[in-house]
């Protein structure tokens, strides 16, 4: 793609997609997108097609913890939870967290990735994408406040364990890790209250340090998130300036590349205002940046619409949905990764575009 053009080269599945199964996934995703894709998730299907829900399940049924109820004023989601505290009796020293699930369903999905690649199915250089919280989004959506510093060591440990057993068993060539940046928006929006100090910091260095963990074979990404909880975000990002500094912060601090960055764009934003500040946005060490600009409420129109206006601050980019399909009703998946193909360039196999 030349520095001119306004046609995005390749295109981004965020992570979850509506459909039965990752067989399903796979299939329509390559039968749509072949070569528009570098990578592909397993559609987060299953127990996983909530996002993090299930790992509420986790905590709530883990006799270290107890349930308490919360006010609703100190969550994100219109539903209120009992957020799990730790008993009384449970000393921090002993808290050991059981899998969490990410792994095993990891290791299920590749098999049928790796059957379907040798089939043809599945493009031979695209690989195969895992995605993950961090573990403030699971603190912060099911912790209690004040027991969400001492819960997250042994949080992180346990996530930290299943990423090393993911990227141990899987050749580094067929994997990439991204890390869904959901709650982290939140914190700097100002929406919730933060269980650290300084705030901004304290999120920059702890998504550096989960990128950094991941090799240099291995691509990494970041998704930033502010939901799709009932096809809606928990709030419409005013532009890019957050993301941009966010980022910003992350990038300082990486010992290597960021693959890929993913940001999202709200339906009704096509106005130049909305991207003018990513023409600050630390490009040096990010390999691809994808808008999440695609709507099927718009179509091709709206969406290119919207191409023409980040174009003006961002000459080369790839596509996406503004976050992950998972909420989205099944029949709509097809026409939303046909919009997909329609606007944005093939990538080649080896093709490799710079920011």
Avoid at 55 to 80: C, I, M, R, T
Avoid at 286 to 303: A, F, K, Q, W
Wanted: glycine fraction near 6%; proline fraction near 6%; charge should be negative.
């Amino acid at each position: 793609m030349n520095s001119n053009s306004t046609t995005p080269a390749g295109a981004l599945l965020v992570g979850s997609v509506p459909l039965k199964n990752s067989e399903e996934v796979f299939t329509l995703s390559s039968q749509i997108l072949g070569n528009h894709l570098r990578r592909i998730p397993d559609g987060e299907t299953g127990d996983r097609a909530n996002w993090i829900m299930f790992q509420y399940e986790l905590l709530s049924g883990n006799p270290q913890f107890e349930l308490v109820s919360a006010p609703a004023k100190d969550d994100v989601y219109e539903e209120e939870f009992e957020w799990a505290r730790l008993r009384a009796d449970v000393s921090i020293a002993d808290l050991e967290l059981d899998s969490l699930g990410y792994a095993e369903a990891a290791n299920a999905s590749f098999e049928r990735f790796c059957s379907l690649k040798d089939k043809g199915v599945i493009p031979p250089a695209c690989r195969f994408q895992i995605s993950l919280p961090t573990p403030l989004a699971v603190l912060m959506s099911f912790v209690h406040r004040e027991h969400r510093h001492l819960v997250e060591p042994a949080y992180q440990r346990r996530l930290v364990a299943e990423l090393e057993t993911i990227i141990d068993t899987f050749p580094p060539t067929e994997l990439a890790i991204q890390w869904d940046i959901a709650l982290e928006m939140a914190l700097w929006e100002g929406m919730v209250e933060c269980y650290f100090s300084p705030m901004k910091k304290g999120i920059t260095d702890r998504l550096s340090e989960l990128i950094n963990l991941v090799p240099g074979d291995v691509e990494v990404g970041m998704h930033l998130c502010y939901g799709s909880y009932k096809d809606k975000h928990f709030k419409e990002p005013e532009d890019t300036a957050n993301m941009v500094e966010l980022t910003n912060g992350v990038m300082a601090d990486l010992n290597r590349e960021l693959t890929w960055l993913h940001m999202p764009v709200p339906v009704e934003r096509d106005d130049a205002s909305y991207f003018e500040a990513l023409s600050g946005l630390n490009k040096s060490s990010i390999g691809e940046i994808y808008l999440g600009l695609i709507h099927d409420s718009d179509g091709v129109s709206g969406t290119n619409r919207r191409i023409k206006a980040a174009s003006r601050y961002l000459p080369e980019f790839g596509v996406a949905a503004e976050c992950g399909m998972g909420r989205c009703d099944p029949e709509r998946i097809p026409g939303l990764l046909q919009i997909h193909a329609d606007v944005a360039d093939k990538v080649g196999p080896l093709e490799r575009y710079l920011i």
